[in-house]
């Protein structure tokens, strides 16, 4: 089972930037790809990213291509999500989501565990 934590929400004004963290607990977080989600008041829960186990792939919705960068360290337990030129229309609260099913897709099911989330809110 893996407990996943994440952090590096807050307030920031369009055109600025944020990283989240997401710190997970166990021995085997190297074992699974990770996933960034997103779910604003309102609305059904969004795909943002996804990284594979060794970090050697990556998938980005079309939304945030180019803008946001996901990126994870192995041996910190840890995934990030370096968020740039960020638009008020990223405001949502952000989930980390780790899965064994290697698909790389943006499908919530094909992940088991979820954090609690952290908000982020953009400005204009």
């Known amino acids: 089972q893996v407990q996943l934590v994440e952090s590096g929400g807050g307030l920031v004004q369009a055109g600025g930037s944020l990283r989240l963290s997401c710190a997970a607990s166990?021995?085997?977080?190297?074992?699974?790809?990770m996933g960034w989600f997103r779910q604003a008041p309102g609305k059904e829960r969004e795909f943002v990213a996804t990284?594979?186990?060794?970090?050697?792939?990556?998938y980005y919705a079309d939304s945030v291509k180019g803008r946001f960068t996901i990126s994870r360290d192995n041996a910190k337990n840890t995934v990030y999500l370096q968020m740039n030129s960020l638009k008020p229309e990223d405001t949502a609260v952000y989930h980390c989501a780790a899965s064994k099913l290697a698909t790389m897709t943006g499908a919530a099911d094909d992940y088991a565990y979820w954090g609690q989330g952290t908000q982020v809110t953009v400005s204009s």
């Open positions: 990284i594979s186990w060794s970090g050697g792939r990556t």
């Open positions: 166990g021995r085997t977080f190297s074992t699974y790809d």
